[in-house]
């Protein structure tokens, strides 16, 4: 079955040290991946949108790779801060590995599917 | 402000009623998403729709539908409630492709 698996332990980190989150799928075959941020309560924001052909995106204190040998990404927060902490959530679009297009049906690559999330925690 | 607008942002109701909630999507975006997030559950993909049309369905119960509207807002509807269905649920929008904007959700607590 199609899995995304992120770590769903918090992460701790002192405040000016790199955060780094991971995503891992199987049974995709994504074109892009997306991370977004949730805080308590409120929806997700879009943060950061990697194509399947891009190892490696930044945006500001941001950075994502996405391998798809490895059908890993990783999240990067550098100097991170107290307003880093929240959670962190990976999400994909398809197409779904062939053999899973059957059985999904039509218009199921469209939707967004995502993980669990992962807790940022930033001290001082 | 994302652009997304859900009502009612709270909503208490009893078991075996009926509630509509109303998502306004973003400015010239055309698919409007529906999730459903529970207190120990991930987001959880419920319906989408393009442009007043179904375009995907997820694991949307049968006492739950969804609409949109000419004017692309979009109606969830949820019947014969029960206490498992307490939960937020988040209206979202995209252009095509692109990342999503969410509204802040409304949260329903059935007792």
């Known amino acids: 079955s199609q899995k995304i698996e992120q770590n769903s332990e918090a992460l701790n980190i002192q405040e000016g040290k790199t955060a780094t989150l991971t995503c891992n799928y199987t049974?995709?075959?994504?074109?892009?991946l997306q991370w977004y941020r949730q805080d308590p309560g409120r929806g997700p924001v879009f943060l950061l949108l990697?194509?399947?052909?891009?190892k490696e995106k930044r945006k500001e204190r941001l950075k994502v790779t996405f391998d798809t040998t490895l059908k890993q990404s990783l999240f990067h927060i550098t100097a991170s801060q107290p307003a880093d902490s929240a959670t962190y959530l990976c999400?994909?679009?398809?197409?779904?590995?062939?053999?899973?297009?059957?059985?999904?049906?039509?218009?199921?690559?469209?939707?967004?599917?995502f993980g669990t999330g992962t807790r940022l925690q930033v001290t001082l | 402000d994302s652009g997304v607008t859900q009502t009612p942002k709270h909503l208490i109701t009893a078991t075996g009623q009926r509630v509509t909630l109303r998502c306004s999507p973003r400015?010239?975006?055309?698919?409007v998403y529906w999730y459903q997030q529970s207190l120990d559950q991930g987001l959880q993909f419920l319906i989408q729709?393009?442009?007043?049309?179904?375009?995907a369905k997820g694991n949307i119960l049968e006492r739950f539908s969804a609409q949109q509207f000419p004017d692309l807002h979009s109606e969830l509807n949820l019947s014969s409630l029960e206490l498992g269905d307490s939960a937020l649920y988040f209206c979202?929008?995209?252009?095509?492709?692109?990342?999503?904007?969410f509204g802040s959700g409304t949260r329903l607590t059935v007792v």
């Open positions: 990697i194509r399947e052909n891009e």
């Open positions: 400015s010239g975006d055309l698919s």
């Open positions: 979202a929008s995209s252009p095509s492709p692109g990342g999503y904007t």
């Open positions: 049974n995709y075959s994504p074109a892009y």
């Open positions: 999400a994909l679009r398809g197409p779904l590995c062939s053999r899973h297009k059957q059985a999904s049906g039509a218009g199921t690559a469209s939707k967004l599917t």
């Open positions: 729709y393009y442009n007043g049309e179904e375009r």
